[in-house]
């Protein structure tokens, strides 16, 4: 049986509100130390404009958008903490 449709979108509303949580303290600790990091920002303030208007598939997609750039990052800057 798949998903009733209220029970999947919470789903995806935790799950982007934990992603965006995740992404947020990541950036609270590793900015001071290396704030090219923050060129993420604009993604995630677009992701949480998108969260508050309840587009979450749009939310989670400018997340991963935003986590893939991180990941980049961590490839060239390999000080960086695992995300």
Known sequence: MPPRPAVAEDAMRQQAAALLQHVYRWLEATAPVEPRVLK???????AVHLYEAQEYPACLNQVQVATGALQQARSTLPALPPL
């Open 40 to 46: 993420v920002v604009p993604v995630l303030v677009t």
